[in-house]
């Protein structure tokens, strides 16, 4: 490689990394701004040369794995475009042909995902009971698509929802859903024991379904499927198969980040005051009935085998087991 080129963070990149920063990106939307901006990388690259257009990718990404939460849809979309880095690698590819080979894999992302948004909803809303009550949590684009499909399909039905704190993402889901016409009731966090037996059903998002079957969630998840557990609520993970977190498969754990201050504490807080906890939580495989993906309801055995299939970079593998070291 020519020691002239230097790799740049485009514009795009940057934007994106002050999103996951700001924690403005949910897992699902994640995977698709982090597809749409690598691929813009490749396509702005000054690159001349293929080994260089590789270089300008990874440089993009390590940026991005520095700030990025555990959502497995970013991570998984980083396996498969460094995969295909590594493709063009071996087969000495011209930097054009891997410009054009991103460029499409990103366009085939695009209509992958509404689609599958469209069959999960389906899926989904036929696990809705009509007159029936549903109980979520936190705020899930898959799960909403789920919500509104049944409810524009003629069923009628109780949502119960938490704020979901740190960051309140409970309250805006149930806004969204007040703005489509459902009937919602609003509780605190604490209410959870309480609002869960008088559920048909619990439907949840999530950032990354593990190769043990056990899921990345918001925190609060976790105990929120416990008391489904014990009330004989069916617990459903609402998730596209990009949320199957291919590098647990090889033993890879996910960051999962700590709580700040100013998640918990009031800014005039003695200093001395400590804050733990999580911002995600681990919910075992057996406290869920069943996966909500595009490819049916599934187990999270089938989930395991589906993981299997999937392009795995060594770069990013590298990479990660570095990390966890």
């Known amino acids: ?8 963070l485009i514009d795009a990149v940057k934007e994106i990394i002050a999103q996951f920063l700001a924690l403005e990106l949910h897992a699902a939307r994640a995977g698709r701004e982090v597809m749409r901006v690598l691929a813009e990388t490749a396509r702005c690259s000054s690159a001349s040369e293929t080994t260089m257009l590789a270089a300008d990718i990874r440089f993009a990404v390590d940026a991005i794995l520095r700030v990025m939460p555990p959502y497995a849809p970013a991570l998984n979309v980083m396996h498969r475009i460094l995969a295909r880095v590594e493709e063009a690698l071996r087969a000495d590819e011209s930097d054009g042909a ?9 366009d085939a992302y695009r209509r992958w995902s509404a689609t599958a948004r469209e069959r999960i909803a389906a899926y989904g809303a036929n696990l809705i009971p009509d007159g029936g009550t549903i109980f979520t949590y936190t705020l899930s684009e898959t799960a909403l698509n789920c919500l ?11 949502l119960m929802v938490t704020e979901s704190r740190p960051n309140n993402d409970g309250l805006e889901t149930a806004h969204s859903l007040y703005n489509a016409g459902l009937n919602v009731n609003v509780s605190i966090d604490a209410s959870i024991a309480r609002l869960l037996p008088r559920a048909d059903v619990m439907m949840v998002g999530a950032e990354a379904i593990r190769a043990d079957g056990s899921a990345i969630a918001k925190v609060g998840t976790y105990p929120s499927a416990l008391v489904a557990q014990q009330f004989a609520v069916p617990c459903y993970m609402i998730v596209d198969s990009m949320k199957l977190d291919v590098s647990s498969g090889l033993g890879l754990p ?9 998640d918990v504490l009031p800014a005039k807080a003695p200093d001395a005051a400590s804050v733990s906890g999580l911002l995600f939580d681990r919910t075992p495989g057996h406290l869920i009935r069943g996966v909500v993906s595009e490819r049916g309801i599934l187990t999270t055995a089938a989930c395991s085998a589906l993981m299997r299939k999937m392009p795995v970079s060594q770069y990013l ?6 990390a966890k070291s």
């Open 1 to 8: 490689m020519s020691s002239a080129h230097s790799p740049i």
């Open 254 to 262: 996910l960051k999962l980040d700590a709580l700040g201050r100013h």
């Open 317 to 322: 593998q590298d990479k990660l087991t570095k």
């Open 98 to 106: 891997l410009r054009a080979g991103l460029e499409e894999q990103a």
């Open 148 to 158: 509104r499909f049944a409810a524009e399909s003629g069923k009628r039905f109780c």
